[in-house]
């Protein structure tokens, strides 16, 4: 093998690496348009809750606008901040475990290249058997 080439485990290491901080940018990018739907959703409720109760509101749906009543309106946008809020927390618990994923790959990868290129035991690398 010429120095020049990685061996296959290393390879194997790194494909990981990388597919676990792909893994993690989507999830943060996914965190950031949540955070605009939930901002935008607070700010029509808001709006919303200034208005009197008699007054007509129409939501969108598609190109077209449906009469409504503010009720179902204010009830339809808390539940939607509500499932907002609930995703919020899921991905927020998706990133931090992408994230301790990528330091414990790192590790193996540094500690691999220390130890002169011989790959660790083998240990289980799935935690959800």
Known sequence: MSSGQMPP????QLIKLQQSQQNLQSVMTQRQHLEIEKAE????????????????VYKQAGTVLIKSTKKEMVDE????????KTRGTVLEKQEIRIKETLK???SKITEMMKSGGTPAPKSDDNPRK
Not at 9 to 12: H, P, S, T, V
Not at 41 to 56: C, G, N, P, S, V
Request: aromatic share 4%; charged share 50%; no cysteine.
């Open 77 to 84: 946008l808390e539940e939607k901040l509500e499932l907002a």
């Open 104 to 106: 414990e790959q790192e």
């Open 41 to 56: 959703t607070e700010k029509a409720l808001e709006e919303l809750k200034k208005i009197a109760d008699a007054d007509a």
């Open 9 to 12: 485990w290393m390879q194997e």
